[in-house]
């Protein structure tokens, strides 16, 4: 984020039943991306689910996801963040 080096981060969950369908994004053992995740269980990556980490409350990296998935979760939040004109 801007001005202090902070990071948007969301959350991920294993409650695959908390999907916000269109929204969030669910990671699954055939998804291409999932071995790199770093996840080690079918998750959704919750666009609702927000929070501002300082760069010292950033323990490591424990993966990645495909540049594919992290465009459309941009996308998706963008749109949804959009003001809308009457």
Request: charged share 20%.
């Amino acid at each position: 984020m801007p001005g202090f080096g902070d990071f948007l981060v969301c959350g991920i969950s294993t409650q695959l039943h908390q999907e916000i369908k269109g929204f969030d994004d669910k990671i699954c053992l055939a998804d291409t991306d999932f071995s790199d995740s770093g996840l080690k269980a079918p998750s959704i990556i919750r666009l609702g689910f927000l929070a501002v980490l300082p760069l010292r409350n950033i323990l490591g990296t424990i993966g990645f996801i495909s540049a594919e998935r992290h465009h459309l979760l941009l996308s998706r939040l963008c749109k949804h963040l959009e003001i809308k004109t009457l």
